[in-house]
T-cell receptor, first 114, second 114 residues
Framework: AQSVTQPDIHITVSEGASLELRCNYS??????LFWYVQSPGQGLQLLLK??????LVQGIKGFEAEFKRSQSSFNLRKPSVHWSDAAEYFC????????????FGKGTTLSVSS | KAGVTQTPRYLIKTRGQQVTLSCSPI?????VSWYQQTPGQGLQFLFE???????NKGNFPGRFSGRQFSNSRSEMNVSTLELGDSALYLC?????????????FGQGTRLTVV
């Protein structure tokens, strides 16, 4: 069965430090992968997506992610974290017919310390 | 352009009642998906409608149902409410034409069952 695992429930990073959020997926076919961010009480905003091609994808707000098929991973990175990046981050894989049924990981809460 | 609109934003219902939530997708989007978000289970896919037909279905009981109208607006209904149905219900819309379309989320409806 398809699944997404985010091993880190909560991460604290100092402002200005680099960030890496981990995501591992289980999917039989070529995965379509997404990272979303959610601020408290809000919906989800798409940070970036991977469909095919270059395995390093760039997203909004300075985020990037690298798809590694051999490790079944799609880790999210940012070179320098800002206090406004504090939020919950979700990795997802597109499943079902047309890949429009998103399967989400449990999420990683990011706290930013000054 | 306008984003995904969900109404109402907040709802309080009594156990045993039924509830209907509404979602207006981005103009031109033909796919609408529904998700339930709870602290314990995280984000779970409920179902997806594309061109008025249910295309994907998650693993939820029959008390959860939905429909989509010819203008792509969608409604979700939960009958015989249980305390465990208290959650944030998120709607997402996408063009829906294939696996490379990304989903845009609304801000959600917070349902509290008492």
């Amino acid at each position: 069965a398809q699944s997404v695992t985010q091993p880190d429930i909560h991460i604290t990073v100092s402002e200005g430090a680099s960030l890496e959020l981990r995501c591992n997926y289980s999917y039989g076919a070529t995965p379509y992968l997404f990272w979303y961010v959610q601020s408290p009480g809000q919906g989800l905003q798409l940070l970036l997506k991977y469909f095919s091609g270059d395995t390093l994808v760039q997203g909004i707000k300075g985020f990037e992610a690298e798809f590694k098929r051999s490790q079944s991973s799609f880790n999210l990175r940012k070179p320098s974290v800002h206090w406004s990046d504090a939020a919950e981050y979700f990795c997802a894989v597109g499943a079902g017919q047309a890949g429009t049924a998103l399967i989400f990981g449990k999420g990683t809460t990011l706290s930013v310390s000054s | 352009k306008a984003g995904v609109t969900q109404t109402p934003r907040y709802l309080i219902k009594t156990r045993g009642q039924q509830v209907t939530l509404s979602c207006s997708p981005i103009s031109g989007h033909r796919s609408v998906s529904w998700y339930q978000q709870t602290p314990g289970q995280g984000l779970q896919f409920l179902f997806e409608y594309f061109s008025e037909t249910q295309r994907n279905k998650g693993n939820f009981p029959g008390r959860f149902s939905g429909r989509q109208f010819s203008n792509s607006r969608s409604e979700m209904n939960v009958s015989t409410l249980e305390l465990g149905d208290s959650a944030l219900y998120l709607c997402a819309s996408s063009l829906g034409g294939g696996r490379t379309t990304e989903a845009f989320f609304g801000q959600g409806t917070r349902l509290t069952v008492v």
